[in-house]
């Protein structure tokens, strides 16, 4: 493509792109159309009005000379003066008086220059018709009428006329025809003019409005440019600066809205990752620090076969806790990713509890508590939930192991499962042991937080299960509370919606 055919693409291209000239332009077109528009209907106006008065002369006029002859006694010897007196009444008027056939003039004006070819052909307006002794007030209501009567001829030269003939009745001589003919040179100047005028308008007009356009639009977008600016100088460092709303246009005002909507998912984002790295970072140091401690203490000098083995059985014990940890992280990344493999289907709610108390009787019985399995539906045939069976035995697993770290000996870990007759379902794990208080709760399934400060980064739990129990209700547009007091049990609770619609009941989501 040539440089000059990327002249115009590139000159749409930025009209496109710029707002200032979007609004620019469509201020001048405006104008121009408003311009042309004025301009032409005050042309039309003005040459409308120059028509009627024409046309209403004419009349007059004719009634005039009828007039005049009849007070002369219809003496046609007075047509002259007749003829004289109305050209010096209106001097750009001519007219004559011929016979009734039109063939011969009784008296006419001396530019009168129409010829006879050109009147025999114009239609003959009866002067009868005009009101007695009528003037131009008096003819102004009549001109809509007989306006029709009159015509235009253009002279050899150039010059337009409006003509109007008319027949006048003479008692007992039979009639004459008055012909008038009026110069409509003015009206046509007065066309010229106006269309110089338009063009002239327009060209400044177009002008004033680019000029003012583009004032009106930098104006307009100086807002936006603000809004830009506030938002460049947003970073890691002031991700809690927002753009402010007192001198926003009002269309931006929702844009504004969302944008600092928007940042509030960005810092609670920001400042989860950096809460998680720096979790992450401490609860990798304790095992990788034991292990490098042991490793050093056995490298130090010659150890035995049993002590070395003692050595890695220790060791095997932090290698677990990190594979768990590294799991549960994967896991949850693949959560915030949309990518955890899903399927929600009908599953029984029964073999799945008993599936989880058999996970850990073991160790409930080891620690003096035992697990309790309730549950509780409309009818026997309503005992069943829409979830991901793995997904699910996996929250309530980890709901399970948090009570049992944190029930007192000889009590009881009750498992309640509720399902509503819309199909909803609660699964509540409750157990006995120290309360935990609100500024707890709010952040207790938070990514590496513990409540007991003293457990953090102890080898009994990664501060990962509870948070990896709210992805999965997530997943699941579920929900996950915690009720907790002093002198009352504390309650995990899980609420899973009603069924979903059969268009969405196999629905299933793959690992990318």
């Given at each position: ?352 509890l008993d599936r989880v108390i058999g996970y850990f009787e073991l160790l409930a019985e080891e620690r003096g ?144």
């Amino acid at each position: 493509m040539s440089p000059s055919a990327d002249v115009p693409r590139l000159g749409l291209d930025w009209l496109r792109r710029s707002m200032t000239a979007q609004i620019s332009l469509s201020i001048t077109l405006v104008s121009v159309l408003i311009i042309v528009v004025f301009v032409s209907m005050t042309g039309r106006f003005v040459r409308e009005e120059m028509r009627e008065e024409n046309e209403v002369t004419l009349l007059a006029n004719l009634a005039f000379i009828r007039d005049d002859l009849a007070a002369a006694g219809y003496d046609l010897a007075q047509a002259p003066r007749i003829v004289d007196r109305i050209q010096r009444r209106v001097h750009f008027l001519d007219a004559a008086i011929l016979d009734a056939q039109g063939q011969h003039v009784v008296a006419g004006s001396p530019r009168f220059a129409v010829p006879m070819s050109v009147l025999l052909r114009q239609r003959v307006l009866d002067a009868a018709l005009l009101p007695p002794q009528s003037g131009i007030s008096d003819l102004a209501d009549l001109r809509d009428t007989m306006a029709s009567a009159t015509s235009i001829w253009d002279s050899p030269d150039g010059i337009g006329h409006r003509l109007l003939v008319g027949r006048i009745a003479l008692p007992d001589q039979g009639s004459v025809l008055a012909a008038l003919a009026i110069d409509t040179t003015s009206t046509r100047d007065v066309r010229l003019r106006n269309r110089r005028d338009m063009f002239i308008g327009l060209g400044v007009g177009t002008v004033l409005a680019s000029v003012l356009g583009v004032l009106i639009a930098r104006r307009i977008v100086v807002s936006a440019r603000r809004l830009g600016s506030a938002a460049s100088r947003i970073g890691a460092q002031s991700l809690d600066e927002r753009l402010p709303l007192e001198e926003t246009p009002v269309e931006l005002v929702e844009s504004t809205l969302a944008f600092n909507r928007m940042l509030d998912r960005l810092q609670g984002a920001f400042e989860r990752l950096s809460a998680f790295s720096s979790d992450l970072a401490h609860d990798l140091r304790t095992p990788v620090g034991n292990l490098l401690g042991e490793a050093q203490v056995a490298l130090s000098r010659p150890r035995s076969a049993d002590e070395y083995q003692a050595v890695l059985e220790s060791a095997v014990e932090e290698y677990e806790r990190m594979s768990r940890m590294i799991g549960n992280m994967l896991f949850l990344a693949q959560v915030d990713n949309d990518r955890a493999a899903m399927s929600i289907d009908r599953m029984e709610l029964d073999p799945a509890l008993d599936r989880v108390i058999g996970y850990f009787e073991l160790l409930a019985e080891e620690r003096g508590v035992r697990l309790h399995k309730t549950l509780r539906s409309p009818s026997s045939a309503m005992r069943h939930i829409w979830a991901d069976e793995t997904m699910l035995i996996r929250a309530v697993s980890n709901l399970v192991s948090n009570a049992l770290r944190h029930a007192r000996g000889g009590t009881c870990i009750e498992l309640v499962a509720t399902v509503e007759a819309d199909g909803s379902c609660t699964i509540e794990v409750a157990n006995e042991g120290p309360a935990i208080g609100p500024e707890q709760q709010a952040r207790l399934f938070e990514r590496f937080y513990r409540a007991d400060a003293s457990r953090h980064g102890s080898a009994s739990g990664s501060g990962l299960g509870l948070a990896i129990v709210r992805s999965i209700m997530e997943l699941h547009r579920g929900q996950a509370e915690v009720r907790s007091a002093p002198g009352i049990r504390t309650v995990f609770s899980l609420h899973f919606p009603e069924p979903p619609s059969a268009s969405e009941s196999a629905t299933t989501r793959k690992l990318d």
